[in-house]
């Protein structure tokens, strides 16, 4: 006997839910509610838009009800918002939000993919200002169309996390004057701080008037008001703080909530009633290496969770792994990845870490494009399974982290990654791969081979007068140096050994960590015990400091930045 489907949302997870139901039965009966105009556009390239990489606002939508019904036989129905649901009578209630007329209709099996609502704070004064949010196809044309006919003098973005960024980054393509206000004292949350400042040098380096640690107080008529006291003057007024999941609807229902405040649903995405099921962005889900749930607002997940749930529904065996957060965003010409935990979360953890950082090429050095790949990896001591990465750089970043990915998933270690055999040509890569390098590295450390030190840590070695060993040659010292360094090329190391204090620590460093670390080897089968490889490098230092000095005046540590 054929049964009858109802999904609320018609976006990722809703959408695929209901092409999949399809796929695995031509009898049932699949009705499909979205109370916006669109359903199935693409959310992630929304922001594109505004810089013209996407040039008409009808390209984001990629199916329309009619093709839902013509191609799958699905009830696609837009602007039909579900209201209410009756789970005791096995009914959702329904407003045609054209017609304002209210229905009902039953189900078998309902699934709930209501998606997350932006995040608008009652800040004082914002009934006074211009404020847009970035959530669906009407957005982003309401905020273009508002642009052509305001032409501002400058746009505000609230936020640096994904949408921030992305918007920040092609209103600046368009041509506009942008600031970018995040309260935080960093963008994008999903890096550690010492990876941060890679994306904040590459934002400023593209005029963008980047406000970090700074908290929006009040809005007025063109104006936003922080907490230091600065106000900035602009016409428009884009909130990219961030989202909230929209279980009012499964709360209203009497559904249980988890303590993330998103909708509680088992690991076969079954909600506290059995024959409710729900996924996307309004559920929260498991991480399995913080052993705890939390919210992941990624497409990704959702088309996983929806095709799962459509294999539930007819009996299909479910898999469930629990989900580690893997991402990736361009920031102009860089790219950030990263995967699992970093350290801000593992701050709340009881778990035991160590990190490294490398700074190698991307690809065989004399290739012309070959840049440079900010690399860190975060495991787990004493075990060395690997339970975080980030990567950021010109080059090709979302590689390295989705193997880093897999083998988190496979409950990999550091020393797994040393045997990786990976693709290699000249054009795309190393022979030893970034993420072999990685391996070798946190194995060594790992295994107590030799020590490191944070780039982090190096302002205040400085200030305490640590005697700091740069090894690089003659005309990268020229170049920019640490100001308090000791200054002896590896090529000249052994034959200057005299002039490396025994009595205290000697910190080492190179240009991105890979002749210091000979130099470190060198020095320990020589008698040194304290002695620590700087991890990262000089131009992982540069990175590090540069933007804390222009932003806060303070005095550089370093006589010359070099990124080059």
């Known amino acids: 006997m054929p049964s009858k489907y109802l999904v609320v949302g018609g976006v990722a997870g809703g959408a695929s ?77 329904v407003k045609n939000l054209e017609s304002g007329e209210t229905y009902r209709e039953n189900y078998d099996k309902l699934v709930l993919s209501p998606g997350a609502r932006p995040i608008v704070p009652p800040i004082p004064g914002i ?44 209103l600046i393509e368009a041509g506009h004057t942008v600031s970018l206000v995040e309260a935080a004292p960093q963008v ?8 941060a400042q890679i994306l904040h040098k590459e934002l400023i380096d593209h005029d ?94 959702a088309q996983r969770q929806a095709r799962a749930v459509a294999n539930h529904i007819h009996n299909i065996p479910v898999d469930y792994h629990g989900y580690i957060g893997s991402s990736v965003v361009k920031v102009f010409d860089y790219n950030a990845a990263s995967t699992g935990l970093n350290e801000r979360m593992l701050q709340n953890t009881s778990i035991e870490y160590d990190s490294v ?67 290699y040509a000249p054009p795309f890569g190393t022979a030893k791969d970034v993420v072999n390098m990685a391996g070798y590295v946190a194995s060594n450390i790992l295994h107590e081979t030799f020590k490191q030190v944070q780039i982090t840590e190096i302002r205040s070695l400085v200030e305490k007068g640590a005697f700091i060993l740069d090894v690089r040659e003659q005309e990268e010292w020229d170049v920019g140096h640490i100001k308090v360094a000791k200054h002896i090329p590896l090529s000249e190391l052994r034959q200057r050994i005299d002039e490396i204090p025994r009595d205290q620590p000697v910190y080492v460093h190179c240009r991105s960590g890979q002749r210091s670390y000979n130099a470190v080897l060198a020095l320990q089968y020589r008698g040194y015990t304290e002695v620590y490889n700087v991890a990262g490098g000089y131009i992982g230092l540069c990175f590090h400091e540069y933007f804390h000095d222009r932003m806060t005046g303070r005095e550089p540590i370093v006589t010359e930045y070099d990124f080059t």
């Open 17 to 93: 839910t209901a092409a999949r139901l399809r796929r695995l039965s031509e009898d049932d009966e699949i009705i499909m509610f979205e109370k916006g105009p669109h359903v199935s556009f693409s959310n992630c390239s929304l922001p594109y838009y505004l810089s013209g990489t996407v040039a008409n606002v009808d390209d984001l939508v990629l199916m329309c009800p009619e093709k839902f019904r013509s191609q799958y036989n699905i009830d696609a129905r837009v602007n039909n918002e579900v209201i209410a649901i009756d789970r005791e009578k096995k009914e959702v209630e």
């Open 127 to 170: 009934e006074k200002a211009n404020i847009h949010t970035v959530r669906n196809v009407v957005d982003i044309d309401r905020l273009q169309q508002d642009i052509e006919k305001t032409r501002p003098s400058r746009i505000t973005v609230i936020g640096g996390g994904f949408i921030g960024i992305e918007v920040v980054e092609n």
């Open 188 to 195: 994008l949350s999903q890096f550690d701080t010492d990876m």
């Open 208 to 301: 963008v008037d980047l406000v970090v640690n700074d908290r929006v107080t009040a809005f007025d008529t063109n104006k936003v008001m922080l907490e230091s006291g600065r106000e900035i003057e602009t016409e428009i007024i884009v909130m990219g703080i961030g989202v909230t999941p929209d279980s009012a609807l499964a709360k209203a229902a009497g559904l249980k909530i988890g303590s993330t405040g998103a909708i509680r649903v088992d690991h076969n995405y079954r909600t506290s009633d059995p024959d409710i099921y729900a996924v996307g962005d309004a559920i929260q889900v498991y991480n399995p290496i913080l052993r705890d749930y939390y919210t992941l607002a990624l497409a990704g997940p």
């Open 357 to 423: 950082k490398i700074v190698p090429k991307d690809k065989v050095g004399i290739m012309p494009d070959a840049e440079e790949l900010h690399f860190k990896i975060l495991f787990e001591v004493p075990t060395g399974r690997i339970i975080g990465a980030q990567a950021i750089g010109r080059g090709n970043v979302d590689k390295r982290i989705d193997v880093i990915a897999a083998t988190i998933t496979a409950k990999g270690t550091v020393d797994h990654l040393k045997d990786l055999e990976l693709c």
